[in-house]
């Protein structure tokens, strides 16, 4: 039962853009945090950005703060990730994450996750 699926991803320059989805099953999405992580080879998997059910908490990581922007529509159980000024170093698997009522940033409190979109970034 596929309840998170993200979209958007592909092969971009530098200095481009890409915007992510992800398109979540009713149950999954209401009331929940979302957010975004990414996986680069060879790497962790790392917090990139959340969403709190409201829209009225989101938060970045360093990384992307002022270049990314999370967003979400409730009315159609989709959370967006706007990625502008895109960098080599952006290249990642970006998953799509829901978590609980409470807002949060680590891996551990989002218990449902999607497959993954890949985002790769030419310099």
């Known amino acids: 039962q596929v309840q998170l699926v993200e979209s958007g991803g592909g092969l971009v320059q530098a200095g481009g853009s890409l915007r992510l989805s992800c398109a979540a099953s009713e149950r999954t999405f209401i009331g929940r945090t979302m957010s975004w992580f990414r996986q680069a080879p060879g790497k962790e998997r790392k917090f990139v950005a959340a969403i709190t059910w409201s829209g009225g908490t989101t938060n970045y990581a360093d990384s992307v703060k002022g270049r990314f922007t999370i967003s979400r529509d409730n009315t159609k159980n989709t959370v967006y990730l706007q990625m502008n000024s895109l960098r080599p170093e952006d290249t990642a698997v970006y998953y799509c994450?829901?978590?609980?009522?409470?807002?949060?940033?680590?891996?551990?409190?989002?218990?449902?996750w999607g497959q993954g979109t890949q985002v790769t970034v030419s310099s």
């Open positions: 994450a829901a978590g609980s009522s409470r807002y949060s940033s680590l891996e551990s409190d989002f218990g449902s």
